[in-house]
């Protein structure tokens, strides 16, 4: 497996499943650009808390960054075209909504500056 980072848009609604042993994971699907005008699409699953808490907290076309463990793909589309795909296996997740968050913690407001509050 390669350690990579992906960006791109969330595509549908993240599911949450369990596993045999009764741990919980979330599958979700991103669309991301593979740099020559085409897209590409990411199949998700997060196994840590943290990471499928954060999936699960996007909506569908929500931008995101993941990196994690990708394993290349290749499938065959209704004409008969291959196409190429990613599997990845998240180990963390960062959305616009997780940085205003952490900023708001932190005492700074949107433009990066210290609030007024923070003092």
């Known amino acids: 497996m390669i350690e990579g ?3 791109g848009k969330l595509v549908g609604v993240t599911e949450t499943r369990q596993g045999k042993n009764g741990s919980s994971f979330a599958l979700a699907k991103v669309k991301a650009s593979a740099g020559d ?8 699953i997060a ?13 569908d ?10 394993t ?8 008969g075209n291959t196409r190429p795909a990613l599997d990845m296996i998240a ?3 960062l959305s616009a909504y997780h940085v205003n968050r952490k900023r708001a913690e932190l005492g700074f407001c949107a433009a990066g500056h210290e609030s007024d509050d923070a003092a």
């Open 5 to 7: 980072l992906i960006a």
């Open 37 to 44: 005008g085409e897209s590409l699409i990411v199949n998700v």
């Open 47 to 59: 196994f840590a808390a943290e990471a499928s808490a954060a999936l699960m907290a996007l909506d």
């Open 61 to 70: 076309g929500d931008a995101l960054a993941l990196s994690g463990a990708l």
């Open 72 to 79: 290349p793909k290749v499938w065959t589309d209704k004409q």
């Open 91 to 93: 180990t963390q997740v």
